[in-house]
């Protein structure tokens, strides 16, 4: 159960998410190496990558920033002071979420590997049930009709 004096109860911090995708993509591809390009990352891919990673960190950031502007907590286990819906948050509800999407997508491509890409859906499901979900019913017990008006208007992802 949520609370609007506790925040959204969320135990497992979003990069942490992402991280323990990684890792177990890292792990698998030791174990069993699976590359993107067998012939190795070209340069043209290395290249591609490092622009991929370097735009979902900057949204990732712009979001954070945005976060930080309104005053409101970055960290989903503290309660939120304000709804944000400006800068990023007029495109996508989880401009920090999609931002490390994105980033952990040119990291693959950086590394050459395949295994975290075929772990990202689920590492996305475990982002949705355990972060996500507990998020926006939080978000909706705390600011009601706001946050209802808001989601109408903007969706979750793109």
């Known amino acids: 159960m949520t609370s609007p004096d506790r925040g959204p109860r969320v135990f497992v911090p979003p990069p942490i998410v992402f991280l323990a995708g990684w890792a177990l993509g ?5 174990r069993l190496p ?3 390009d067998g012939a ?14 370097a735009a979902g960190a900057a ?11 309104a ?12 709804l944000v819906s400006g800068g990023p ?4 509800r989880n401009p920090m979420y999609l931002g490390l999407t994105i980033a952990y997508l040119g990291l693959a491509g950086v590394t050459n590997m395949a295994w ?6 689920l590492v996305l499901i475990v982002l ?9 019913g939080y978000l909706r017990a705390t600011f009601g009709a706001d946050y209802d008006a808001y989601c109408a208007r903007v969706r979750r992802w793109l």
């Open 128 to 136: 949705a049930t355990a972060v996500i979900e507990k998020e926006e």
């Open 26 to 30: 890292w792990g698998l591809n030791r």
């Open 71 to 82: 005053g409101t907590a970055i960290v989903p286990v503290q309660p939120a002071s304000a």
């Open 59 to 69: 949204l990732a950031a712009w979001g954070a920033a945005t976060f930080r502007r």
């Open 116 to 121: 975290p890409i075929v772990l990202l859906p």
């Open 40 to 53: 190795g990352a070209s340069p043209a891919q290395i290249v591609v990558s490092f622009v991929v990673l």
């Open 34 to 36: 699976f590359a993107i």
């Open 89 to 92: 948050y007029r495109f996508t």
